[in-house]
């Protein structure tokens, strides 16, 4: 860094550690959404659900649809909360 200029950026380094924090978080929430074990994990189970009565066929097929739109599109649904 410039001496000079030293003054007038020293306020902004937090708010651009800040940045870069919320940076890496966006990174690797998108790294884990993309995770193809995670995605097998959600589909085999649904499956085991199905299996088990849990779920009939149509939901089953309505999990299926949201784990794949999610890894195409990069965006988590509303009932991807882990339940």
Known sequence: ???LTLPFKL???PLQGV?????LIGDEAERQLRDPARV???LEEAE???QAG???DEELSQVEDQVMSALITGKATAEDDGS
Do not use: K, T, V
């Open 1 to 3: 860094m410039n001496p």
């Open 11 to 13: 306020p902004l380094l």
């Open 19 to 23: 940045i870069r924090l919320a940076q």
């Open 40 to 42: 097998r994990r959600d």
């Open 48 to 50: 085991s659900r199905r």
């Open 54 to 56: 849990e779920i009939s």
